[in-house]
């Protein structure tokens, strides 16, 4: 499996920004997919979750927000990204994770400032 994102970019606070990441593979419509995040001198932190069933869900810095969504034709997740703030600046990951294994993808740069 390998994971491409892409969308990140600079925006000023309130903006939206909408990340993508496909994949490849078989099973993707079966896989739970998730983006994290990492900010400079900070761990990873998990921000969003789809499973393969649809049900999706949020870190609470986040609820409300950002959404998260896939296209099992295309094998693509989506994190769309409203209302951000400078404190959304980080490294954004996608990652699929199947029976065989938690693959990642190789991060997209996200700045909020004004």
């Known amino acids: 499996v390998q994971l491409q994102a892409s969308g990140g970019g600079l925006v000023q606070p309130g903006e939206s920004l909408r990340l993508s990441c496909a994949a490849s593979g078989r099973f993707f419509s079966f896989s739970d997919l998730a983006w994290y995040r990492q900010a400079p001198g900070d761990s990873r932190e998990w921000v969003a979750r789809?499973?393969?069933?649809?049900?999706?869900d949020y870190a609470d810095s986040v609820k409300g927000r950002f959404t998260i969504s896939k296209d099992n034709a295309k094998k693509t997740v989506y994190l769309q990204m409203n209302s951000l703030k400078p404190e959304d600046t980080a490294v954004y990951y996608c990652t699929l994770r199947n029976s065989r294994g938690h693959y990642w993808g190789q991060g997209t740069q996200v700045t909020v400032s004004s």
């Open positions: 789809i499973y393969g069933g649809g049900t999706t």
